[in-house]
């Protein structure tokens, strides 16, 4: 996979805040479900934030709290059964959580688009991707359809479509899985946001195609100068592409770092557990390691650290209270910029 060098120049007129702050902020994020089986808190008291040119990866496993976050940023939970009782999203520092349902939509497309990780759910079937795509422009900009069609031939082009013109009437069923991710990414970058969620973009695709459509995601994100957050599950997708890390479990983040940072030196055992989790050309031959147990039940949260059933260095604090996520630093006190744990013992885990 290629490492865009993003110390490179990059326009200024895209992705920036005017009071020079990151584009994004979420503060204090809680969402839950109200099920049969009681209240899910599928989000606890999340924070972070991306800035123009950046990219935030979120990690963890399936059920950690890493989409739901981002269908609350986009304002697309389903409520009921959903619920945001205490937060908030603050977009170049105004509170999308407060504003009217009319506000949000000028906002979603325009300024923060979503690539889903299902393209082939996320598309019409019965409608050529031209149309789609064109859509985009017919609605927000009120091009005509032969406008709009070009519109739709000059993106696929950028996301390189081999053969664009001919194949803008071809339906998403006739492109494969790397093709129609590509497309998805056209339709998230048809009105030049300010921010892209990719949740699971490289879902259910082989390696290589995995690596294309990451490649062409930094490409055009610093092209564009915007703000990117990286949602998945695979510590392996991200390396070469994100600025920093924010790893999730149960709902939280439990650890924050630079990118190379947090692969060079994890501070939460979680963090360690799933970067041992990773197959390594050193280790061939050995038994690949897994991370004991399931993540937990949302309506049933352990009490104290959610990861302390699972964590093979718990002691009673960990059963008992709940660590927030707090700095890192050297063992002489260093100040580490960026890193976090949510750990009672991050000092042992860290500095070894």
């Known amino acids: 996979m290629t490492i865009i060098d993003k110390t490179a120049s990059v326009p200024s007129r895209r992705g920036t805040d005017d009071n020079g702050g990151p584009l994004l902020e979420v503060r204090d994020l809680h969402v839950e479900f109200h099920t049969r089986d009681g209240v899910a808190k599928a989000v606890n008291g999340v924070n972070y934030s991306v800035s123009a040119g950046e990219t935030l990866a979120v990690l963890g496993e399936s059920g950690s709290g890493k989409s739901v976050t981002a269908q609350a940023i986009m304002g697309i939970l389903d409520m009921p059964p959903g619920r945001i009782p205490k937060g908030e999203i603050l977009f170049r520092g105004e509170d999308m959580l407060r504003m009217s349902n009319e506000e949000r939509r000028n906002i979603r497309g325009r300024k923060i688009a979503m690539i889903f990780q299902d393209a082939l759910s996320s598309l019409n079937p019965v409608l050529s991707v031209g149309y789609q795509l064109g859509e985009m422009f017919r609605v927000h900009q009120g091009l005509s359809k032969k406008e709009a069609k070009a519109k739709s031939i000059e993106l696929m082009d950028r996301v390189r479509i081999p053969a664009a013109k001919e194949r803008v009437g071809d339906y998403p069923h006739q492109f494969s899985g790397g093709m129609r991710q590509r497309i998805m990414i056209a339709m998230a970058?048809?009105?030049?946001?300010?921010?892209?969620?990719?949740?699971?973009?490289?879902?259910?695709?082989?390696?290589?195609?995995?690596?294309?459509?990451?490649?062409?995601?930094?490409?055009?994100?610093?092209?564009?100068?915007?703000?990117?957050?990286?949602?998945?599950?695979?510590?392996?997708?991200?390396?070469?592409?994100?600025?920093?890390?924010?790893?999730?479990?149960?709902?939280?983040?439990?650890?924050?770092?630079?990118?190379?940072?947090?692969?060079?030196?994890?501070?939460?055992?979680?963090?360690?557990?799933?970067?041992?989790?990773?197959?390594?050309?050193?280790?061939?031959?050995?038994?690949?390691?897994?991370?004991?147990?399931?993540?937990?039940?949302?309506?049933?949260?352990?009490?104290?650290?959610?990861?302390?059933?699972?964590?093979?260095?718990?002691?009673?604090?960990?059963?008992?209270?709940?660590?927030?996520?707090?700095?890192?630093?050297?063992?002489?006190?260093?100040?580490?910029?960026?890193?976090?744990?949510?750990?009672?013992f991050w000092k042992e885990t860290i500095h070894g």
């Open 189 to 344: 970058l048809a009105l030049e946001p300010d921010l892209i969620i990719a949740d699971e973009p490289t879902t259910a695709l082989d390696v290589t195609v995995q690596a294309q459509v990451m490649d062409l995601l930094a490409e055009l994100q610093r092209e564009y100068n915007m703000g990117l957050i990286l949602i998945t599950h695979d510590l392996g997708v991200v390396a070469d592409v994100a600025d920093k890390i924010a790893v999730m479990y149960a709902g939280r983040i439990v650890e924050t770092a630079p990118v190379h940072e947090l692969y060079k030196r994890p501070a939460h055992p979680y963090t360690r557990g799933l970067l041992d989790s990773i197959p390594r050309l050193d280790q061939k031959g050995q038994e690949l390691y897994a991370i004991k147990g399931l993540p937990p039940n949302l309506t049933r949260i352990p009490t104290g650290c959610a990861f302390n059933p699972r964590c093979p260095s718990a002691q009673d604090i960990c059963r008992r209270d709940i660590p927030a996520l707090l700095p890192v630093t050297e063992l002489d006190g260093g100040e580490l910029p960026g890193r976090g744990s949510a750990c009672h």
